[in-house]
């Protein structure tokens, strides 16, 4: 069973940096696409970054492009979000998601999510 664990979040203010890890396990995640999403309170879940776990393109909010940064290192089963220039907006739960068929920027194709981790910017 496919398992993703993240980890890296907290409080920090406007300008800073954080870098946000999810580790995964229970899978070969050859052919996956890995995501980044966050939630706002009272808002939707939404796409932040994502990239294929074989290597290539990685895709951005147009939020966070310029900003964010999501790479993977394969042998350690890992993805990393690199956020810096960090905005009171981007404050939201943060989930790390595994998608079987393929790099996407919907959450209705990731089938695996992690329990997230909280980011807060203060202004």
């Known amino acids: 069973q496919v398992q993703l664990v993240e980890s890296g979040g907290g409080l920090v203010q406007a300008g800073d940096s954080l870098r946000l890890s999810c580790a995964a396990s229970g899978g070969t995640f050859r052919a996956y696409g890995m995501g980044w999403f966050r939630q706002a309170p009272g808002k939707e879940r939404e796409f932040v970054a994502a990239l294929y776990w074989s290597g290539g393109s990685t895709y951005y909010a147009d939020s966070v492009k310029g900003r964010f940064t999501i790479s993977r290192d394969k042998a350690k089963s890992m993805v990393y979000l690199q956020m810096n220039s960090l905005k009171p907006e981007d404050s939201a739960v943060y989930y790390c998601?595994?998608?079987?068929?393929?790099?996407?920027?919907?959450?209705?194709?990731?089938?695996?999510w992690g329990q997230g981790t909280q980011v807060t910017v203060s202004s």
């Open positions: 998601a595994a998608a079987p068929y393929g790099s996407s920027r919907y959450v209705q194709d990731y089938a695996y």
